[in-house]
Protein backbone atom coordinates (compact mmCIF):
# COMPACT_ATOMS: atom_id res chain seq x y z
CA UNK A 1 0.00 0.00 0.00
CA UNK A 2 1.55 3.28 -1.01
CA UNK A 3 1.00 6.38 1.51
CA UNK A 4 0.37 10.35 -0.03
CA UNK A 5 2.90 12.49 1.67
CA UNK A 6 2.92 16.64 1.17
CA UNK A 7 6.08 17.79 0.02
CA UNK A 8 7.67 20.84 1.62
CA UNK A 9 8.27 24.30 -0.23
CA UNK A 10 11.77 23.83 -0.62
CA UNK A 11 11.72 20.07 -1.70
CA UNK A 12 9.07 21.47 -4.15
CA UNK A 13 11.22 23.94 -5.82
CA UNK A 14 14.28 21.76 -5.65
CA UNK A 15 11.79 19.03 -7.48
CA UNK A 16 10.65 21.95 -10.36
CA UNK A 17 14.01 23.12 -10.96
CA UNK A 18 14.87 19.63 -11.89
CA UNK A 19 12.60 19.00 -14.89
CA UNK A 20 12.05 21.11 -17.59
CA UNK A 21 8.94 20.23 -19.39
CA UNK A 22 5.57 21.16 -17.65
CA UNK A 23 1.99 21.56 -18.48
CA UNK A 24 0.61 25.16 -17.88
CA UNK A 25 -2.93 25.78 -17.25
CA UNK A 26 -4.83 28.81 -17.85
CA UNK A 27 -8.08 30.60 -18.98
CA UNK A 28 -8.82 31.09 -22.60
CA UNK A 29 -12.06 33.15 -23.09
CA UNK A 30 -13.45 31.93 -20.31
CA UNK A 31 -12.37 27.90 -20.95
CA UNK A 32 -9.83 25.60 -19.37
CA UNK A 33 -6.33 25.09 -21.55
CA UNK A 34 -3.57 23.38 -20.87
CA UNK A 35 -0.76 23.14 -22.77
CA UNK A 36 2.74 21.93 -22.48
CA UNK A 37 5.85 23.91 -21.99
CA UNK A 38 9.53 23.85 -21.30
CA UNK A 39 10.77 25.86 -19.03
CA UNK A 40 13.48 27.09 -16.59
CA UNK A 41 13.29 28.20 -12.84
CA UNK A 42 14.39 31.72 -12.41
CA UNK A 43 14.50 32.82 -9.12
CA UNK A 44 11.20 32.52 -7.88
CA UNK A 45 9.84 32.36 -11.38
CA UNK A 46 8.87 29.82 -13.99
CA UNK A 47 10.51 31.50 -17.49
CA UNK A 48 10.08 29.95 -20.84
CA UNK A 49 9.19 31.02 -24.73
CA UNK A 50 5.95 30.80 -26.41
CA UNK A 51 4.73 31.88 -29.68
CA UNK A 52 0.61 30.89 -28.51
CA UNK A 53 -1.61 33.71 -28.57
CA UNK A 54 -3.61 32.20 -25.89
CA UNK A 55 -0.71 32.14 -23.74
CA UNK A 56 0.64 35.43 -24.60
CA UNK A 57 -2.71 37.45 -23.96
CA UNK A 58 -3.15 35.64 -20.79
CA UNK A 59 0.31 36.87 -19.90
CA UNK A 60 -0.18 40.90 -21.47
CA UNK A 61 -3.78 40.18 -18.95
CA UNK A 62 -1.49 39.08 -15.91
CA UNK A 63 -3.76 36.09 -15.58
CA UNK A 64 -3.79 33.96 -13.11
CA UNK A 65 -1.79 30.25 -14.02
CA UNK A 66 -0.61 27.13 -12.77
CA UNK A 67 2.32 25.27 -14.41
CA UNK A 68 1.96 21.28 -13.01
CA UNK A 69 5.44 18.78 -13.65
CA UNK A 70 5.58 15.22 -12.01
CA UNK A 71 7.31 12.33 -12.55
CA UNK A 72 6.35 8.41 -11.77
CA UNK A 73 7.78 5.03 -11.74
CA UNK A 74 4.67 2.44 -12.77
CA UNK A 75 6.55 -0.28 -11.37
CA UNK A 76 7.22 0.48 -7.58
CA UNK A 77 4.20 2.84 -7.92
CA UNK A 78 5.76 6.19 -6.84
CA UNK A 79 5.88 9.47 -7.84
CA UNK A 80 5.90 12.68 -7.25
CA UNK A 81 3.45 15.78 -8.69
CA UNK A 82 4.45 19.45 -7.79
CA UNK A 83 2.32 22.50 -8.76
CA UNK A 84 3.04 26.06 -8.83
CA UNK A 85 0.47 29.11 -9.37
CA UNK A 86 0.63 33.08 -9.87
CA UNK A 87 0.92 35.53 -12.28
CA UNK A 88 1.55 35.42 -16.18
CA UNK A 89 3.83 38.32 -17.61
CA UNK A 90 5.29 38.62 -20.22
CA UNK A 91 9.10 39.47 -19.86
CA UNK A 92 10.69 42.66 -21.40
CA UNK A 93 13.61 42.13 -23.84
CA UNK A 94 15.83 43.13 -20.89
CA UNK A 95 14.61 41.39 -18.67
CA UNK A 96 14.10 37.97 -21.18
CA UNK A 97 18.29 38.52 -21.96
CA UNK A 98 18.97 38.95 -18.37
CA UNK A 99 17.21 35.27 -18.10
CA UNK A 100 18.83 33.58 -20.24
CA UNK A 101 22.59 35.15 -19.82
CA UNK A 102 21.91 32.97 -16.35
CA UNK A 103 20.22 29.76 -17.97
CA UNK A 104 19.29 29.05 -21.39
CA UNK A 105 15.76 28.59 -22.28
CA UNK A 106 14.68 24.93 -23.42
CA UNK A 107 12.23 25.20 -26.71
CA UNK A 108 11.34 21.84 -28.07
CA UNK A 109 10.52 23.00 -31.15
CA UNK A 110 11.74 26.50 -33.59
CA UNK A 111 9.81 29.64 -33.09
CA UNK A 112 9.76 32.19 -35.50
CA UNK A 113 8.13 35.10 -33.33
CA UNK A 114 9.00 33.42 -29.45
CA UNK A 115 7.85 35.65 -26.40
CA UNK A 116 9.30 34.98 -23.22
CA UNK A 117 6.56 34.38 -21.05
CA UNK A 118 7.10 34.19 -16.87
CA UNK A 119 4.80 32.75 -14.34
CA UNK A 120 5.72 34.10 -10.72
CA UNK A 121 5.34 31.87 -7.97
CA UNK A 122 3.08 32.46 -5.58
CA UNK A 123 2.06 29.31 -4.27
CA UNK A 124 3.88 25.81 -4.74
CA UNK A 125 2.65 22.75 -3.09
CA UNK A 126 3.43 19.31 -4.11
CA UNK A 127 2.43 15.21 -2.81
CA UNK A 128 4.91 12.14 -3.33
CA UNK A 129 3.74 8.97 -3.87
CA UNK A 130 6.05 6.51 -2.14
CA UNK A 131 5.39 2.81 -0.52
Not at 9 to 35: A, M, N, W
Not at 70 to 88: M, R
Amino acid sequence: MSTLLVIDQGECLRLLGGVHLGRLGFTSRSLPVILPVNFVVDNSRVVFTTDSASILAAAIASDIACLEVDDHDAVSHTGWSVLATGHLNELSDDEADEVTRRAPLPSWRPMPFPHVVGLEIEMISGRRLSP
